[in-house]
């Protein structure tokens, strides 16, 4: 059972528009939830995280929404540039912050 | 401080021999974990330590696998007897104890080719 979602393989947009990457989660433990990036062959790369305490984080042109009566989390970022190219990962904790459940990413494109 | 790295980046061994992979964390985090990847999914967790302390083993690793982190300090993951299921990129991450908003540091991987 898998208990983090990304149900969008893949997403295309336009430079300077707007992205949007969707995660869906089922286990109500989690407390903590991260996005990473990665690029190819590279380790993920941390990007911005929010707490279940929260409905909204932004950092620069990052910004992470969580919904938790519906387990969803999305990230926006606004605009979008070519060097955003990347699988983005969304991740998800418990309270005692060990192990993280990742999904199984969104490649994002970003075209010129 | 060169971040998390992972020697060595690339290992292709024969079924059923014995690997061993190495990771130096960042040196002031005292979380350390292990995770694999393969292709088209994402990490999947497989051990983590506080200090020298395994505090976490999934219940995917078989008995073939085994992580040490003997001086609280570098890390080694060994698998026994590869089979070719055991092909995936092997990441390492560190961190703080109380780095959550900050998340992990993962290094660059090793990848793993069973022949």
């Known amino acids: 059972d898998q208990q983090v979602k990304q149900n969008s393989p893949s997403l295309s947009v336009q430079e300077g528009r707007i992205s949007i990457l969707n995660c869906d989660y089922t286990?109500?433990?989690?407390?903590?939830f991260l996005w990473y990036k990665k690029y190819p062959a590279e380790g993920p790369t941390f990007l911005i995280s929010?707490?279940?305490?929260?409905d909204k984080n932004e950092d620069g042109r990052f910004t992470v929404f969580l919904n938790k009566s519906a387990k969803h989390l999305s990230l926006h970022i606004v605009p979008s540039q070519p060097g955003d190219s990347a699988v983005y990962f969304c991740a998800a904790s418990g309270t005692n912050a060990g192990k993280s459940t990742f999904g199984d990413g969104t490649t994002l494109t970003v075209k010129p | 401080d060169t971040g998390v790295s992972q020697n060595p980046r690339h290992k292709i061994t024969k079924r059923g021999q014995n690997v061993t992979f190495r990771c130096d964390p960042i040196?002031?985090?005292?979380?350390l974990y292990w995770y694999r990847q393969t292709l088209g999914q994402g990490p999947e967790f497989l051990t983590y330590f506080q200090n020298e302390a395994q505090l976490e083993k999934s219940r995917l690793l078989s008995d073939r696998f085994s992580a040490e982190r003997p001086k609280g300090s570098f890390s080694t993951l060994e698998i026994q007897r590869t089979e070719q299921g055991d092909s995936a990129m092997y990441l390492c991450?560190?961190?703080?104890?109380?780095?959550?908003?900050?998340?992990?540091?993962f290094g660059s991987g090793t990848r793993l080719t069973v022949v």
């Open positions: 929010i707490s279940s305490i929260k």
């Open positions: 286990n109500s433990m989690f407390d903590y």
């Open positions: 991450a560190s961190s703080l104890d109380e780095s959550r908003p900050y998340g992990y540091t």
């Open positions: 040196s002031e985090h005292n979380r």
